[in-house]
């Protein structure tokens, strides 16, 4: 017996691992240059961000503000863009879910894998990017890159779970969801300065996705140790998202395949 | 509950709810103010049904009679209304031919992915991908994005790699007996007859009487949600 649930087991991890695959890997078929795209798209972003900012916009400022603006962007860009392929997943996977009795988390297990390996690529090119033209100095506090990374996974996860369930009641949704991120986009320190949160605007630390991207700048700008109490409370309220989340979808996705 | 049932339903009812409006914010907001436009369907009546441990068991009926979802509470895909009971012992799948192949992928690709969520491991897959290809009669294009395919390929492919599935109960919703040209329908009813009929209980819907003849050992008919008629094929064939 314990031979079968250990098959059973690591045929749930396979299938999740190929759908991530899949998830990533399809855009880029049919495609010239396939997968090298997915280097060249944050490249290029971070070649315009740096020519548009240090020599047109900002000419006289620090030019690491292209660092700034790219870890903003580029940890943005994971949240916004796994919550929009949340919104649809069980329509996108519905010949699965009608017919094989898969468990439904298993598709956002993929969903989350697929855009995470995405994000660290971005990661990467940041990080030659960083070393090739500012000489940055690093130290143990990058380790707290993970304490980070899976407070955004969770806060990702529990925000999916919740939109993909609503998307089953509510079938426009995602265009609600494309202003809120905009709103998002605009009220995070993505573009503007976090230290003008410290000047009394403080509250907006609460929002996860703020604490982590001012922890993230933090530790890989700055390197400084993150600030403990908002990513703390980042990490508990992403972990009560997650949690509740799952099983809000667990519950009231049931008739999921009646609807879409 | 007895150990040789594969699939007992108690009671089962379903309902459902039709809106004539849409499911939009602004569509809502109007059904809200002018009262809702919603009707109700029953798709299914005070179905109670037993189907045994490697049982063929065959249902019929006319389109729209509720065949395909009482598959689908079978399956445990929807829920039945509240007071109904679904048990099953066991793992349940439903082979269509119109399961999901990523149409961007090739017929490789897909058969990785719907392998996998078939049961196979990636090994196994591995090992039986030209075998699976080569069943499919689709060697030249295994690497052809599944787009170019025509609906026959894709049939053929889908069931060369569903014959590899594993589960316990298996709902075939004309699934079997219908695919490709008179060769390959042949060598289909061999290998379907050989992986699937010993030990697997066969739910299977049709509307080719000819396969519930030959392979059925009980049939149920129903018509508009309500079982009319369970028994031998020719007890329950002859009336229609």
Known sequence: MPIKISKTFRNRLERIYLFAKTDYFVRYYGSKLGVLWAFLNPFFQIMIYYFAFSYLIFRKNDPSFVLYLFTGVITW????????GSINLFQKQRYILQNIGLPKVDFFWSLI??????????????LIFDL????PVFSLNLLYLFPIWLGLSLFTLGVSFYLSTF???????????????????????????????????????????????????????????????????????????????YFFMKFKSKKALEFL | MDNDIAIKLEN???TFVLHDRGNTIRSRIFSFIKGSGSRKLKALQNIDLEIK????????????????????????????DKGGKVTVNGKTMRLALGMGFN??????????????????????????????IAFAELEEFADTPVKYYSSGMKSKLMFSIAVNAEADIFLMDEFF??????????????????????GKTIIHVSHQYETIRKYCDRVMLIEKGKVVKIGTPDEVLEKT
């Open chain 2, 12 to 14: 089962i009812n379903k």
């Open chain 1, 132 to 135: 090739v033209f500012f000489n």
């Open chain 1, 77 to 84: 860009q994971f949240f916004s863009e796994t919550t929009k």
């Open chain 2, 103 to 132: 149409n961007e992928l090739t017929a490789r690709q897909n058969i990785m992915i719907n392998a996998s969520v078939l049961g196979m491991s990636i090994k196994e897959i591995k090992s039986k991908m030209d075998e699976m």
């Open chain 1, 113 to 126: 894998a697929s855009k995470f390996w995405g994000y660290f690529i971005n990661f990467v090119i940041f």
């Open chain 2, 53 to 80: 441990k490697g049982e063929f068991f065959g249902i019929v009926g006319s389109n729209g009679s509720g065949k395909s979802t009482l598959v689908q509470i079978m399956n445990e895909s929807i829920p039945p």
């Open chain 1, 167 to 245: 998307y089953i009641y509510l079938r426009d949704l995602d265009h609600l969801w494309s202003i809120i991120l905009m709103a998002g986009f605009w009220t995070i320190p993505i573009i503007w300065d976090y230290k003008i949160i410290y000047q009394g605007y403080e509250f907006m630390m609460l929002n996860p996705i703020t604490a982590f991207i001012v922890n993230v700048r933090q530790i890989t700008l700055n390197n400084e140790a993150p600030d403990l109490k908002y990513l703390s409370f980042g990490l508990v309220v992403s972990l009560i998202f997650a949690i509740s989340g």
């Open chain 2, 177 to 198: 007996g219908g695919v490709g040209d008179k060769n390959f329908r042949k060598k289909a009813d061999e290998i379907f007859l050989s992986r699937f009929v010993k």
